[in-house]
């Protein structure tokens, strides 16, 4: 038989593919092919009840709504162990490829526990109020609570559905919220941290039919801080010891139940557990919603230039599920890296934050590769006309004007310029972001993370105040205009290779195309759909096609087809 594909030919206009471009296929039912987007439009009034027929058999043939899409991904680890945990030298416990994984190729394991939480994962308080407590689903406007439990603002749990309630309720969430209850009544702790939380939910399960399981994942994951640097843990500390009065405290209110307390030793190590080893839930948009403690994966040590990235899927009545996907090819007996930071961000915030939150510093190639780490400051030297690149000279953690010298004019005074980047920790109003960010444009690069976060901080800002302008329109498009101004002025023509630059420029394009079709109320112009398609085209390697941001990717393509 000929290896060849089958000659096709345009479902709308019957004609073959055009020189040099292939056919696109319907992304909905993958039956039709077309050769753009304004061709697939005028045959879509012909296609629509075939397509739906098509789409909802195979909807019904995948109805489980947490197994991922069908394709061969979904298929990886099924038949054979892709990773393995080893113990190396110099590293700890790593997970290592024991055959080949292909960029792209989502990493599964045949244990469940691999994808799944130990116990259910944690919403930060600032996103409490907007998401399901069990399922980390929007919950919109209608929302179930506890009816049981007094309410108190400091601590209320909300779920989407009457079976996340129930689903919660049976995983001892109710208990968890009249604990905390109970303590406000007495006065109450100063805070209630999301460790708290998580580790009140593993010692109720820990008494529970699957202690022994959990017991076990837990006793393999890291606690010890090898602080041979001799970074300062007096902070650390002191939140260990406010979550472990908590977590006590909420156990002492929980009469109902008979959680046995463990000895003050083994909390400690528990909560460093948490600490080192618990994921950031984030949404399709990369802001971070709660925490959550996995098996396997954490043994995923970190790099500045990860191979893997993880991603979440939540919603669907179950608590987030965890997928890890190779974002380079991974070759057998090669580690599978993760990052723990934002790899957009400076060396010197990178190696603060591992520094402080993980007591290590990292060594890896992004770290040590000083054109990169000056390319991502984007400092540009006033004195050459036009600006040229500075390069970093010094591995210190924060920036200073000794190591920066331009390699054009050897100029090295950059400290008024260094001043405005620090500025940008304690800019808060809109006034002031939209003042540095003028300053921003002139002394950096595009590329600066510094302009990039700064940029991206008043786009939020300009969406928040749109959202609040209910009933005129005027100003919800003036908003509107502000913010596609400043994401035209973000984005870039080609992706960064490295991961956390990739995302955030498919993020960048995907808001603004929504703020176009926003703007023309609804009259989508045809490269505005072909972003779209690009950005729904490289984030379903990484997303699942049931999360809430490919969810909103289709339907605003097809809100634009139709």
């Not at 075939?50 to 019904?60: P, R």
């Not at 995983?171 to 999301?194: D, H, N, T, W």
Request: hydrophobic share 35%; glycine share 6%.
């Amino acid at each position: 038989m000929s290896s060849k594909e089958p000659v096709r030919n345009c479902s709308a206009c019957g004609l073959p593919p055009r020189e040099n471009r292939k056919l696109q296929r319907c992304s909905r039912c993958k039956s039709t092919w077309y050769h753009d987007v304004h061709c697939q439009k005028q045959h879509f009034p012909q296609h629509k009840k075939i397509c739906h027929l098509i789409t909802t058999s195979l909807d019904k043939a995948n109805s489980s709504p947490h197994v991922a899409v069908q394709n061969e991904n979904s298929l990886v680890g099924q038949e054979k162990r892709k990773v393995a945990v080893e113990r190396r030298v110099g590293r700890g416990n790593c997970l290592v490829a024991k055959s080949f994984i292909r960029k792209g190729e989502r990493i599964r394991d045949p244990k469940k526990e691999f994808w799944e939480p130990l116990v259910p994962p944690v919403l930060h308080v600032d996103s409490r109020s907007n998401r399901c407590a069990l399922c980390f689903q929007n919950l919109g406007y209608k929302f179930f609570r506890y009816d049981d439990v007094k309410p108190r603002p400091e601590y209320l749990l909300l779920f989407c559905s009457p079976k996340c309630r129930l689903a919660g309720k049976s995983k001892g969430m109710m208990c968890e919220e009249v604990a905390i209850s109970r303590l406000f009544e007495q006065g109450g702790p100063p805070k209630v941290f999301s460790t708290a939380i998580l580790l009140f939910r593993i010692l109720l399960a820990s008494n529970g039919p699957k202690s022994q399981s959990i017991k076990d994942q837990l006793d393999k994951l890291q606690h010890t801080i090898d602080n041979t640097a001799g970074a300062d843990t007096s902070t650390s500390e002191y939140h260990t010891q406010a979550v472990i009065t908590t977590t006590v405290a909420m156990i002492q209110a929980s009469t109902e139940y008979r959680i046995v307390l463990p000895p003050l030793e083994q909390m400690t190590a528990m909560v460093q557990r948490i600490k080192l080893n618990g994921f950031s839930i984030c949404d399709g948009e990369f802001v971070s919603m709660g925490v959550g403690l996995y098996g396997t994966p954490s043994f995923m040590n970190h790099s500045c230039e990860p191979n893997a990235v993880q991603t979440f899927l939540y919603g669907h009545c179950e608590p987030p599920t965890l997928f890890v996907t190779a974002y380079y090819d991974i070759h057998p007996e090669n580690e599978v890296c993760i990052s723990y930071v934002d790899t957009t961000s400076p060396r010197h915030m990178r190696q603060e934050r591992l520094y402080k939150d993980y007591f290590f510093s990292c060594g890896c190639k992004a770290c040590v590769d000083l054109a990169r780490a000056a390319q991502v400051m984007g400092l540009k030297c006033l004195r050459c006309n036009p600006g040229t690149r500075t390069l970093s000279l010094d591995a210190s953690y924060a920036p200073s004007p000794v190591v920066y010298t331009c390699e054009k004019c050897g100029n090295s005074d950059f400290q008024e310029q260094l001043n405005i980047l620090d500025s940008l920790e304690t800019v808060s109003t809109t006034d002031d972001l939209l003042a540095l960010y003028g300053k921003l444009k002139k002394i950096c690069w595009k590329e600066s993370y510094y302009f990039q976060e700064c940029g991206e901080r008043l786009v939020q800002a300009y969406l928040d105040m749109l959202g609040e302008q209910y009933n005129d329109q005027q100003l919800q498009r003036e908003y509107a205009s502000r913010a596609l101004r400043v994401l035209e002025e973000l984005l870039s023509p080609d992706f960064s290779s490295l991961s956390g630059h990739f995302f955030r420029g498919l993020i960048q394009k995907y808001k603004a195309a929504k703020l176009r079709v926003f703007l023309t109320s609804g009259a989508i112009t045809r490269p505005d759909i072909s972003d779209l398609e690009e950005v729904k085209t490289w984030l379903s390697v990484y997303y699942p096609a049931e999360h809430e941001l490919m969810v909103g990717l289709k339907k605003c393509i097809c809100d634009a087809i139709c």
